[in-house]
């Protein structure tokens, strides 16, 4: 008796995952041509800065997108998991270019400050401001679609909005001491590109730290275990569970579980146990793609 995969929720959560993607791109370059032109007509490099980090989050956004339509193939001979992987591999080009515009927005922002700058134009802080509020939003939409559809790609896409609501922030600390105190603090707009560059660098770590950790199979699904040994125990027969072991393949779970059963059963009623134990599983936690069973007696 086995379960089949539930392809129409992997394929909504996949459309999901896709949409917001798109939305990303679209947003990235509306929010990269308002903050480069405003940098240049309002004379402040932080926002140009700014803009260039949104750039490159154009191109992220794409790598995105199509990172989320080759995970979401179904399984064939040569890829029996799937194609899930592709996500924290995505996730790696998509943190390569956040640090290489990071450094290129600290290297310019460093010859900056060793020559004479414009003041920033105060029509400038209203622009950022605007800018601040919109990238909040975004952050807080895709973490939140990051968790419906499980995607680590997601999670990177808010991340990168969160990033370039900081660098935005940065710059309107940064417009706004130059503005307020005169020319004699005009390199402050370019002190904040250079913080900008910092928090864009650090915020490159917080992406890449749980991609690698998927890409390594490490043990990071503390909740989804307790989850899992909670619903195993409804199923009558199944006595506890020891062993949990659990791998992400993009959207979905792959699942090594040892569960108890009674030591008197017959080998028969172990195995209809194990069946029964993983379409429970499968039917409650929607997210497992499959789940490999191994009975332990009791008092073994």
Same mark, same amino acid.
């Given at each position: ?15 999901? $995952? =896709? ?6 791109? $679209? ?19 932080a926002m140009i800065a700014d803009g260039i980090e949104s750039l490159a989050d154009v191109f992220?956004? $794409? ?41 290129? =927005? ?91 560059? /910092? ?7 917080? =992406? ?19 989850? =899992? ?20 393949? /993009? ?50």
């Amino acid at each position: 008796m086995l379960i089949s995969i539930d392809y129409p929720l992997i394929e909504k959560r996949a459309r999901t $995952a =896709i949409r917001a993607a798109q939305t990303s791109i $679209a947003g990235n370059i509306v929010l990269a041509t308002i903050k480069i032109l405003t940098g240049w007509l309002g004379n402040s490099f932080a926002m140009i800065a700014d803009g260039i980090e949104s750039l490159a989050d154009v191109f992220s956004s $794409a790598i995105t997108w199509l990172g989320l339509r080759y995970a979401n193939k179904p399984p064939d001979h040569n890829h029996p998991y799937g194609h899930g992987r592709v996500e924290p591999l995505i996730t790696f080009l998509s943190v390569g270019f956040l640090i290489g515009s990071a450094i290129f =927005i600290a290297i310019q922002a460093i010859s900056n400050i060793q020559s004479p700058q414009k003041t920033p134009k105060p029509f400038v802080l209203i622009v950022l401001a605007i800018i601040i509020t919109t990238k909040e939003v975004f952050y807080r939409l895709f973490r939140r679609k990051s968790k419906e559809t499980y995607s680590s790609l997601l999670a990177a896409e808010a991340w990168h909005h969160r990033s370039d609501a900081l660098t935005s922030l940065a710059a309107f600390i940064g417009v706004g001491i130059a503005v307020l105190f005169g020319p004699r603090y005009a390199s402050a707009d370019s002190w904040a590109a250079l913080v900008a560059a /910092g928090i864009i660098i650090y915020n490159s770590y917080l =992406i890449f730290r749980p991609a690698l950790g998927e890409i390594m199979d490490e043990n990071i699904y503390h909740d989804l275990i307790s989850r =899992i040994r909670e619903v195993a125990i409804e199923v009558p027969g199944i006595l506890g569970t020891e062993k949990c072991l659990i791998r992400k393949m /993009g959207m979905q779970y792959h699942v090594d579980l040892h569960a108890i059963v009674s030591s008197d059963i017959t080998v028969k009623k172990g195995h209809e146990h194990a069946h029964e134990l993983k379409d429970h599983l499968m039917k409650k936690i929607p997210e497992i793609a499959e789940v490999h069973i191994h009975i332990e007696p009791d008092e073994y």
